[in-house]
């Protein structure tokens, strides 16, 4: 679909369509302020490619495990216009702070796994011992 100005434009369902989500998603998107579509005459929502590059890091960042809140700041509302090197660095920060949760989270599950692989050498240690009483019987 082609609108003005000869810009490339793509309706609710070529969106979806080409990234894998439901129409329901991107009008989701849209009621949170993170895209915000033009109309046709006939109120029908036309994106734009800027629009798709949206969706497409919205989506990665629900991929990477952030919030709206953490992506709209990350991208600027749809209304705003965040320069690049802003958005950048508001990538950088979350993604920092991202990094260290993950990294958190290793540690933790590297110490329950030693807690639970200790555990398992006692029990299994006292399993041979009570066999052994019994044979002994």
């Known amino acids: 679909m082609n609108g003005d100005k000869n810009v490339r434009t793509f309706t609710i369902s070529q969106i979806a369509d080409e990234l894998d989500i439901s129409t329901r998603t991107i009008r989701f998107y849209e009621e949170k302020g993170l895209i915000k579509p033009g109309r046709?005459?006939?109120?029908?929502?036309?994106?734009?490619?800027?629009?798709?590059?949206?969706l497409k890091l919205i989506l990665?960042?629900?991929?990477?495990?952030?919030?709206?809140?953490?992506?709209?700041?990350?991208?600027?509302?749809?209304d705003t216009d965040m320069d690049e090197l802003a958005q950048i660095e508001k990538s950088l920060y979350f993604g920092e702070a991202k990094?260290?949760?993950?990294?958190?989270?290793?540690?933790?599950l590297s110490l329950l796994e030693?807690?639970?692989?200790?555990?398992?050498?006692?029990?299994?240690?006292?399993?041979?011992?009570i066999r052994k009483e019994i044979n002994h019987v």
């Open 60 to 78: 990665r960042g629900k991929r990477f495990g952030f919030s709206l809140d953490d992506i709209s700041e990350m991208i600027g509302m749809a």
């Open 99 to 108: 990094l260290k949760e993950i990294q958190d989270r290793k540690k933790e």
């Open 114 to 129: 030693q807690d639970i692989l200790a555990t398992r050498k006692k029990l299994l240690q006292r399993i041979n011992k």
């Open 40 to 54: 046709t005459a006939g109120n029908q929502r036309i994106y734009t490619a800027r629009n798709k590059a949206r």
